[in-house]
């Protein structure tokens, strides 16, 4: 008995090995994507694309290092760390595949608040420079950056933390115009910043509540003290880059490589500065020594990670909602699919490393992120090629920067900001769909100016639950005369037999942010599921009635559904009655199953839509030509299908 007991302890031990070793390669493949695309990299397609994308994208990751290094109260030297460690962590553990991971605006700015608060300049004058030291840079320095990479530490601990929780799956609370809002009000707060820089003027760091409108109003009470050099210098600089980046985005469909108007401006600028001898002359600030080489890895300093727990969770938060909006944007572009919890390790694990390296908070930038997009990028490849053309300028071309004029640095992150800036256009999108979405737009704008990026957001998170919940008990989730999903069997005889299925499917809920997704996905994978099955039905003239497509319920459809011939084309008709109100994710989502149906050659038809649902589709989608897509019923739907097949038989008979 004992031997026949051990063997059987045996094969269950040999079955959970087995077990263990298949489910670990497939975390690996998971939580690794590298290993999932590099394998299958093509050298002969994707090498030459990626190479010109990364020669531009490391152009970029170099000046906006610099500037937003600065942006964060920290040496410029240190913005070229962050352009570089963050960049490799997310090509390894990221799933946007057009995603440009480094500095970042709106963190730079949320870690400034923390540098300056426990180093603040007045007491640069109590610190001496030491040859001996990292880098040779002054103490002042080494804890300025000490906390800015502390704030990092903490700020990716969270995100990991968030990773392990499994949060991402919250991540539908965080709607678009919210996202959209938040981004343009920190965008504002960037622009600002760099007021000083731009106009040539001596400002102290300010900051907190209202700190935007006390800036202006410094800078009104002081317009006697703006350096007229700095500022024709930085309008001159604004309007070059806008006027050729223009250019670029006009012709770039005729020229393989743009213009990299940013080095060259870089160029010019320091040696104008240089040859003219700028910084004495005319008293133009410079970026100053910047030394070459990376120094020895070291630990945050951990005794100040409580003093910056605010910071580290905006961070945190402000860096991935702006990060993953841009990865769900380039999956939705390029046709592939971004796990939202894996984007928490990946920007998690980019600001925890590096902060051993001495770098800011990092996160994905728009800005870097359309680059790839111009430049036809086609996987993390580009990025990793930015890392070494970045880790040249680190240890030979950096020192050469000495004497860049910091107004031109600033007008370079102003520019770059263009795409956050021009979301004030979104404005007037949310006014033709939905209202309310509207002024969560504005009341988001407003307090993300007038406090901080992670304030907004909160408050922008909140309204959108407050709206939800204040609508949803007034809804209409019920509709006796559409309970059910029916399928109506259509004998047509056109060179034989042949059958065309239409599908009622009723939707009796509200379509908004927080079930559009479901909504989407049960959709596609009824259709998908009769496609892959593909039973012929034993009856073709009975209607059989499954259960309801409930868009807000935890399951998905329950029954069997008749399956259609493999030649035989579908309808859907989606009967709105039910659908009492909407928000604009809702609307987007009716566009996008528009467009996924139509590209699989399957009628998508609208039965009883109101006029403001008619009107917000046509605007979103820009459907304003294809009005044949909506019907007064679900008897006129039926109808028009009938007529359609009718007249598509009497066409092959004519041709015949």
Not at 46 to 52: A, E, G, H, S
Not at 55 to 66: D, F, K, N, S
Not at 165 to 180: D, H, N, R, Y
Not at 473 to 498: F, H, I
Request: proline share 4%; net charge neutral.
């Amino acid at each position: 008995m004992t031997g026949v007991k051990r063997k059987k302890n045996n094969v269950v031990w040999r079955k959970i090995n087995s077990f263990h070793c298949a489910d670990f390669k497939q975390w690996c493949l998971r939580r690794l994507p590298i290993l999932e695309w590099a394998p299958c990299y093509n050298l002969k397609e994707n090498l030459i694309p990626d190479t010109v994308s990364g020669i531009m994208l490391a152009v970029q990751q170099v000046t906006q290092g610099l500037a937003f290094a600065i942006l964060s109260s920290v040496h410029p030297v240190f913005g070229l760390y962050g352009s570089l460690f963050p960049a490799i962590i997310y090509a390894i553990f990221g799933m946007g595949r057009h995603v440009a991971t480094g500095t970042f605006a709106l963190t730079s700015l949320i870690s400034a608040n923390a540098v300056e608060r426990l180093v603040p300049q007045t007491s640069q004058n109590f610190t001496t420079y030491s040859n001996s030291g990292v880098l040779g840079l002054s103490d002042f320095e080494m804890q300025r950056i000490g906390v800015a990479a502390a704030v990092s530490f903490l700020g990716g601990i969270i995100q990991i933390a968030m990773f392990v929780l499994q949060l991402g799956s919250a991540t539908f609370l965080l709607t678009e115009p919210v996202i959209s809002a938040m981004t343009t009000g920190a965008a504002t707060h960037v622009v600002t910043s760099q007021v000083k820089y731009l106009l040539g003027m001596k400002m102290p760091y300010i900051s907190g509540p209202l700190g935007f409108f006390y800036i202006y109003a410094y800078v009104f009470e002081n317009i006697k003290s703006v350096q007229l050099e700095a500022l024709l210098l930085s309008l001159l600089s604004i309007v070059v880059l806008v006027l050729v980046k223009e250019l670029n985005e006009q012709f770039k469909r005729k020229i393989k490589v743009v213009l990299p108007v940013d080095l060259v401006l870089i160029i010019a600028a320091s040696f104008a500065c240089y040859f003219a001898n700028m910084e004495y002359t005319y008293g133009l600030d410079v970026v100053g020594h910047i030394p070459d080489g990376i120094p020895s890895p070291k630990a945050p300093s951990m005794n100040i990670l409580s003093e910056v727990v605010t910071e580290a969770f905006g961070v945190a938060l402000v860096g991935y909602v702006a990060s993953l909006a841009l990865a769900q944007g380039s999956a939705k572009k390029f046709k592939y699919s971004v796990d939202d919890n894996q984007e928490f390790l990946a920007h998690g694990l980019s600001n925890v490393i590096p902060s051993f390296f001495f770098c800011i908070p990092s996160a994905a930038a728009m800005g870097r992120t359309a680059g790839l997009y111009s430049t036809g990028s086609k996987t993390q490849v580009a990025c990793l090629i930015s890392c070494i053309l970045v880790l040249i300028v680190i240890y030979a071309v950096g020192p050469l920067l000495y004497w860049l004029p910091m107004c031109v640095l600033a007008s370079i992150i102003v520019v770059g900001l263009k795409g956050m800036l021009i979301q004030f256009r979104d404005l007037k999108k949310y006014w033709n769909v939905d209202k309310i979405d509207w002024s969560i737009w504005v009341s988001t704008y407003i307090f993300t100016i007038c406090f901080a990026a992670n304030v907004g957001l909160l408050f922008g998170v909140v309204c959108t639950i407050a709206v939800v919940i204040a609508r949803f008990p007034r809804a209409k989730t019920l509709n006796l005369t559409n309970l059910n999903e029916m399928e109506y069997k259509v004998k047509t005889e056109v060179e034989g037999e042949s059958l065309q299925q239409v599908k009622i499917i009723s939707i009796n809920n509200p379509l908004v942010f927080l079930n559009a997704k479901k909504f989407h996905a049960d959709l596609m994978n009824t259709i998908q599921k009769e496609n892959a099955n593909n039973q012929p039905p034993d009856d073709i003239n009975k209607c059989e009635q499954n259960t309801l497509l409930n868009s807000t319920s935890n399951g998905t459809c329950n029954g069997e559904t008749p399956q259609p011939y493999p030649n035989e084309k579908c309808s859907v008709i989606l009967d709105c009655i039910g659908l009492t109100f909407f928000d604009y994710t809702g609307v987007s989502t009716l566009v996008q199953v528009y467009m996924d149906f139509k590209s699989q050659n399957i009628d998508f038809l609208l039965a009883n839509c109101t006029a403001s649902l008619k009107k917000a589709v046509q605007y979103c989608g820009h459907l304003e030509s294809d009005k044949h897509i909506f019907f007064e019923s679900v008897s006129a739907a039926i109808g028009a299908i009938h007529l359609n097949k009718n007249l598509s038989k009497f066409s092959d008979h004519s041709e015949v």
